[in-house]
Each structure stands twice: as structure tokens, then as C-alpha cells.
């Protein structure tokens, strides 16, 4: 199933900048930050979409700092979080408290970008990898929809 994307944010303050969209599933919504896939990466607003200037997204720009600013960490490319804003979920309790339920970081050495789990409730997203960002991200929101559903 392929959920509808909605491009709602730039968050261009300060670098680096951040992309801000909406996955929509028929019955749930994920928030997703994530960096542009290159430099000339042309992002547009989804029709209706106006950015807010009251809005504030939280999201912490150091964990989109690159590997060596991070001390050899591996680079993030995106966090995504469970939409609260837009639910339903199927278990109230499996609502975030704010924080990301998967990230997506780059491989050098596999060369591809890798889902991450960032609570144990979702360790099945880390079999997840692509040879793009869009890829990455798609596929393992996906499997956490899945995991969500009772799917998997």
C-alpha cells in the first residue's frame, strides 16, 4: 500500500535544513524530518500546504549533523515519529511521547541507507535497507504500519 506524502514544512532557520512531510496511511499518519537528498533537491509545498510561521516542529538539528561532526557516528538522514496529531493508532499506549520510533542513517561502507529502531517495539524495521533515502524511508514505514496494524 503506498500512503499519500504531503510535503508541510522546510525548517531552513539554520543549517542544516530540514524537510518535514506526512505519510498517510489510510488509518495513520507518520511525521517524517529528514534532510534533502541532494543539494538542488527541489522541495515543494503539497498543494494546500501553508507553512505556519507559529508552527514549531521539534526536532533536535544536531542529529542531522554529519558523521565527522558527530564524532564518527553514522550521518541521520531522517527521524521519523508516530503523527499524534493525526491519529488513530491502534493501541493508544503505542503513541510516542514526543520522541522518534525509527531513524534512517547511511552505510558508507554497504552503500545504502539503513532503517533504525529507536524503541524496542520496533526492532523489525532494522532488516530494512535501500540504495535511496525515498527507499529507506518508504520501506520502513511500511513495516511500521505493519507492526502497527498487528500485521507482522
Known amino acids: ?13 539554520e543549517e542544516p535544513h530540514v524537510l518535514v512531510q506526512q505519510y498517510v496511511f489510510p488509518d495513520q499518519t507518520f511525521q517524517v524530518f529528514r534532510k534533502p537528498t ?5 522541495f515543494a509545498l503539497s498543494p494546500g500546504e501553508e507553512i505556519d510561521p507559529d508552527l514549531y516542529w521539534t526536532v533536535a538539528r544536531t542529529l542531522f549533523e554529519t558523521g565527522e561532526e558527530l564524532d564518527g557516528m553514522p550521518e541521520l538522514f531522517a527521524l521519523i515519529y508516530l503523527d499524534e496529531e493525526n ?21 558508507a561502507e554497504a552503500k545504502c541507507y539503513r532503517c533504525e529502531a529507536c524503541t524496542d517495539d520496533y526492532d523489525a524495521v532494522e532488516d530494512i ?12 514505514l511500511q513495516k511500521l504500519y505493519d507492526i502497527l496494524a498487528g500485521r507482522t
Not at 541532494?38 to 527541489?42: A, F, G, I, R, T
Not at 491519529?87 to 547511511?106: C, H, N, R, S, W
Open 87 to 107: 491519529p488513530p493508532v491502534y493501541d493508544k499506549t503505542q503513541l510516542g511521547d514526543g520522541e522518534p520510533i525509527m531513524a534512517v542513517d547511511y552505510d
Open 1 to 13: 500500500m503506498q500512503p499519500e506524502v504531503i510535503n508541510v514544512d522546510i525548517l531552513d532557520d
Open 38 to 42: 541532494s543539494p538542488d533537491e527541489k
Open 129 to 140: 535497507s535501500a540504495p535511496t533515502l525515498d527507499k529507506a524511508i518508504r520501506r520502513g
